[in-house]
């Protein structure tokens, strides 16, 4: 059961690096745990660390008598359903550009919308623009 525990941690903390900058659009303050997240995400597949969620499932499944398996989470879990014929070097760095891609996009909109909030509460813009 701790298993599919850290299994299901594991793959929320996925989408949360993936697309946790589209909550960050409804909750602004998510932009201080998310950020982080989705650096070290991304630093995962680009730098080709381990996340330490794998090597705990891991040694979770062999506690119970289980068997381990070869590679990462990513590698066992994901990509077999998005990529069949498994991971390379290439598709990690697919995967970190996806990650970078629509986090920058989801936080160019973010600081698009702040930016002209903070532009219409200005005294200064609303003299110059008419208003």
């Avoid at 909750?27 to 080709?48: F, K, S």
């Amino acid at each position: 059961m701790l298993v599919d525990l850290v299994v299901v941690a594991h793959f929320l903390f996925v989408l949360f690096v993936v697309f946790g900058g589209l909550l960050v659009l409804r909750w602004p303050a998510l932009v201080y745990l998310h950020l982080p997240v989705a650096v070290y995400g991304a630093l995962i597949e680009l730098v080709g660390w381990v996340c330490p969620l794998t090597p705990l499932e891991k040694q979770l499944r062999e506690s119970a008598g289980q068997n381990g398996y070869e590679g990462g989470f990513v590698e066992h879990y994901i990509l077999p359903v998005l990529y069949p014929a498994g991971l390379t070097r290439e598709v990690q760095l697919v995967l970190a550009a996806l990650v970078i891609g629509v986090n920058v996009l989801v936080y160019a909109v973010i600081a698009r919308k702040r930016g002209r909030v903070a532009s219409e509460r200005n005294p200064l813009h609303r003299t110059v623009a008419g208003k």
